[in-house]
């Protein structure tokens, strides 16, 4: 029919403008559905009908859009004979809210009705009004009404609608959603926290006023343990030694111990040459740790009195303390000499082996100690 060939030009013309639109992020092309009643003039021999309602558009800004919109009734008159009505319409929409947003909306534009067997076959005024339901800048449904003033017949028809709109093109995100802003480029020369490095160049923008910066504007650490110098409780600490957040060494303890072991020979309380630097690694121990003290045994074989023994044995440990005191001197009252006599065997009277081994002077001297990491 020559109603449906004009809106197929119509929709054609729409989609070659939809293809030459600009990059307005509510332009493009509108589709939309709806289901609408029409109420017919009292003149016009028609019942009341209703059936789909199809629309095809330009939405060219956020308030303006060019729209056209086709239905096809199968109504019946009065006299109930079948009756096949055509309307299509052209025309103009103006929104009060921007696209997106929920609004309010008014139609103007013409129309044209064609109908079999012939009731009506003229042209219409139509104007409406509306509220859109925005469901983001693409989709929205739409509640309205429109009146049809046909031209000659001097009749309006009325027709109340809902129906659904979807936007080909613009954005889908919702207006309540604000553009991102593209951070501030900084000033070639603006030094914002006033450490001599400017904005460009600075790595570390926030250092406290007052502290020294390297040449990345980052604080300095000059003993490189990770600890600023503005906190670092305790400069210099050596390269790779472990630190607390202060800057300060970590505090290890530990237990520290040493033997001595001099032997003697038969009937004997003389030192032998021998034994001088194992005396002197004893030494150097109580100096390292002056809080340490030494009980230094004397002992003897099974050969002889018991009671020899006893007084030999304690003139073997006096020897080691006095050597201790006047070849190294270590502060006499930090050493003790005592003589165990044969009571302590370390291995079998019965061989000489066994017996050199008993003859002997032993000390071990134990400390608790803390240290750094």
Not at 71 to 80: I, M, R, V
Not at 196 to 205: L, R, T
Not at 326 to 331: H, P, Q
Request: hydrophobic share 35%; aromatic share 8%.
């Amino acid at each position: 029919m020559k109603l449906f060939k004009y809106l197929i030009i119509s929709a054609l013309s729409f989609s070659t403008l939809n293809a030459n639109a600009s990059d307005n992020e509510s332009s493009g092309l509108l589709v939309s559905v709806g289901y609408g009643k029409y109420a017919f003039d009292n003149t016009i021999d028609l019942l009341e009908e209703e059936d789909l309602i199809l629309g095809l558009g330009y939405q060219i800004n956020d308030h303006w859009s060019i729209e056209l919109d086709y239905t096809k009734l199968d109504a019946q008159s009065y006299s109930l004979v079948d009756t096949e009505v055509e309307f299509g319409s052209i025309f103009g929409e103006y929104r009060f809210d921007k696209k997106g947003d929920n609004s309010w909306y008014l139609r103007m534009g013409l129309g044209s009705y064609e109908s079999v067997p012939a009731t009506m076959d003229d042209s219409a005024l139509k104007l409406g009004f509306g509220y859109d339901i925005a469901l983001n800048n693409k989709a929205s449904f739409v509640l309205g009404t429109d009146a049809h003033f046909i031209d000659e017949m001097s009749d309006m028809n009325v027709v109340g609608y809902l129906g659904f709109k979807y936007l080909f093109g613009g954005s889908s995100a919702s207006r309540s959603q604000s553009p991102k802003k593209a951070p501030p480029v900084p000033s070639k020369h603006k030094d914002s926290d006033n450490d001599g490095i400017s904005d460009m160049q600075d790595k570390c923008p926030t250092t406290p006023a007052g502290v020294k910066v390297d040449a990345s504007g980052c604080e300095l650490d000059s003993d490189k343990d990770g600890v600023k110098d503005s906190q670092d409780q305790c400069a210099n600490t050596p390269a790779g030694a472990k630190v607390d957040d202060k800057g300060c060494r970590k505090m290890l303890t530990e237990n520290v111990s040493i033997t001595l072991n001099v032997k003697f020979a038969n009937n004997s309380d003389v030192i032998g040459d021998e034994y001088a630097n194992e005396i002197g690694r004893v030494a150097s121990f109580m100096r390292s740790y002056p809080d340490t003290s030494v009980v230094i045994e004397g002992h003897t074989d099974s050969r002889g009195a018991a009671t020899y023994n006893q007084q030999l044995s304690q003139k073997r440990a006096d020897a080691v303390r006095q050597f201790l005191i006047s070849r190294f001197d270590i502060d006499a009252s930090r050493v003790k000499s005592i003589g165990m006599g044969e009571a302590k065997p370390v291995a079998t009277n019965d061989t000489a082996e066994g017996r050199a081994a008993n003859r002997r002077v032993q000390a071990e001297i134990k400390t608790t100690v803390t240290k750094a990491q």
